[in-house]
């Protein structure tokens, strides 16, 4: 069984930060992409940002763009990400999710191709 935990979410002020960690076991870790997504109320999942099985390739949602930076520790298997310069609408419930195949190459940015979830944690950005 895939398990993955979410922590470091909270309430912050505009402008502030937080790192958001997933910790991964039931798989082996370095051979999937990692995925952020996020939840608003009344709004549909959508992707944050994406790494690849090595850390060597990244992709982000443009409203993240230059704000939010996805990391991976394999050894440790875990998942990061550092989220500056938050904003009100950043709001929402985060997940961290498995790449639901072995890939070589791409980070899929689509829901659908991610195979194992966490249980979310909550991030509430104050105006």
């Known amino acids: 069984q895939v398990q993955l935990v979410e922590s470091g979410g909270g309430l912050v002020q505009a402008g502030g930060s937080l790192r958001l960690s997933c910790a991964a076991s039931?798989?082996?870790?370095?051979?999937?992409?990692m995925g952020w997504f996020r939840q608003a109320p009344g709004k549909e999942r959508e992707f944050v940002a994406g790494i690849n099985w090595s850390g060597g390739a990244t992709n982000y949602a443009d409203s993240v763009k230059g704000r939010f930076t996805i990391s991976r520790d394999n050894a440790k298997n875990t998942v990061h990400l550092q989220m500056n310069s938050l904003k009100p609408e950043d709001t929402a419930v985060y997940y961290c999710a498995a790449d639901n195949s072995r890939r070589r190459f791409g980070v899929p940015i689509t829901g659908t191709l991610y195979g194992a979830w966490g249980q979310g944690t909550q991030v509430t950005v104050s105006s």
């Open positions: 039931g798989l082996t870790f370095s051979s999937y992409a």
